[in-house]
């Protein structure tokens, strides 16, 4: 059965299931250098970017996984998506990403939306554990994260390639706080 969410309405913003209408918004995210600095895929056109879209349809069919796009609270504005991936039910356990597009930055968007994705992931998808691979430079990311309880478990030197060099992940989780040992 797929992930169903429901969209969440906040003062600041809406939380809805990303669709097909949104790929201009995905695009134009996914295309700006600033955006995909320290980002893992980027697009050059329009048509590459309906992989990302197919993506994003296929994560919650096939139950791993569920992203989102961040709005202004009457859904006029696309601020940019935050997501879980690579989600297991056999380990409880996600992976979290986001993203934002520029002229939203530093209006604590992510610090008010991260929270509502972790609580949605713990209570509706009986997760112990969300994760995040950040990129060692990604300093921006890295101290949202801090301040939203997420606990640095370490880097992981040289494990990925990029523009042609090799970069280093910082892990950093965060856990169910009602939860104490596996079920």
Known sequence: MPIIFNTINTDLFLLRSIVESDINHVFKGLSNPDVIKYYGVNYKTLEETKVQMDWFNNLALQEIGIWLALCSPDNHIFYGAVGLNNLTTTHQKAELGFWLLPEFWGKALMAKAIPLICTYAFQNLGLNRIEA???TENHGSKN??????FEHEGTMKNSEIKNNKFI??????????QRQQAI
Do not use: Q
């Open 144 to 149: 949202l994260l801090t301040k939203l309880d």
């Open 168 to 177: 280093s992940l910082d892990i950093y989780a965060r856990f169910n706080p």
């Open 133 to 135: 691979f950040v990129e």
